[in-house]
């Protein structure tokens, strides 16, 4: 076997074997002493809290809610109620002996009035 052809060989299987190289990123790695206390359940237990906590932020952030409408609302009554307020629509929402005003999208089938 010539060199060129030995070198062509060799090419040929590092290219095969870096093309099957997979990237692999870790999270977070936590080292601890095993004389150290550590109770699994308890950072599972957390970790759930925490990811229930930004999933109610974030709902929260998507959702705009008014004690009182802006002065100047329409009452737009179609299957529900709902009140047009220039560009912006608010549904009426019965919490805790409370109304208060949900902002919504305008309905499918409805124009501004």
Same mark, same amino acid.
């Given at each position: 076997?010539?060199?060129?052809?030995?070198?062509?060989?060799?090419?040929?299987?590092?290219?095969?074997?870096?093309?099957?190289?997979?990237?692999?990123?870790?999270?977070?790695?936590?080292?601890?002493?095993? %004389?150290? +206390?550590?109770?699994?359940?308890? /950072?599972?237990?957390?970790? *759930?809290?925490? &990811?229930?906590? $930004?999933?109610?932020? #974030?709902?929260?952030?998507?959702?705009?809610?008014?004690? %009182?409408? +802006?002065?100047?609302?329409?009452? /737009?009554?179609?299957?529900? *109620?709902?009140? &047009?307020?220039? $560009?912006?629509?608010? #549904?009426?929402?019965?919490?805790?002996?409370?109304?208060?005003?949900?902002?919504?999208?305008?309905?499918?089938?409805?124009?501004?009035?």
């Amino acid at each position: 076997m010539s060199f060129f052809s030995t070198f062509c060989l060799l090419g040929s299987i590092v290219a095969i074997t870096s093309s099957f190289s997979p990237i692999v990123a870790a999270g977070t790695v936590v080292v601890r002493k095993s %004389s150290e +206390p550590f109770d699994a359940f308890a /950072v599972r237990d957390e970790v *759930l809290q925490l &990811h229930e906590w $930004q999933t109610l932020l #974030r709902q929260q952030q998507q959702l705009t809610i008014l004690r %009182s409408l +802006p002065i100047g609302c329409i009452s /737009v009554n179609t299957a529900y *109620l709902y009140y &047009h307020c220039g $560009q912006l629509n608010y #549904r009426p929402y019965q919490y805790h002996g409370q109304q208060l005003f949900i902002q919504i999208d305008l309905p499918h089938d409805e124009e501004y009035p």
